[in-house]
């Protein structure tokens, strides 16, 4: 089960701001805000792009419940 979104401390680390994670991977600010308050889920698609830019693995986006 998917549980908090991780994407705020992936940022913080890589010191990159939502706005230049929207710019590189062309996803909306306003959907990676989203992202950020757990309104929303990313795609797989959406993650991997993701995980490209911040050099992460997809899992280490979210907390994960098992």
Known sequence: MIGKCLL?????????????????????????????TNESHMS???AR?????LNCKIDDLYEWKI
Not at 8 to 36: A, E, F, V
Not at 49 to 53: E, G, T
């Open 49 to 53: 792009k993701i995980s490209k830019v």
């Open 8 to 36: 705020q401390n992936l940022l913080d680390k890589s010191k990159m701001t939502k706005t230049q994670l929207s710019d590189k991977t062309g996803i909306k600010l306003n959907q990676i805000s989203r992202y950020l």
């Open 44 to 46: 797989l698609s959406t």
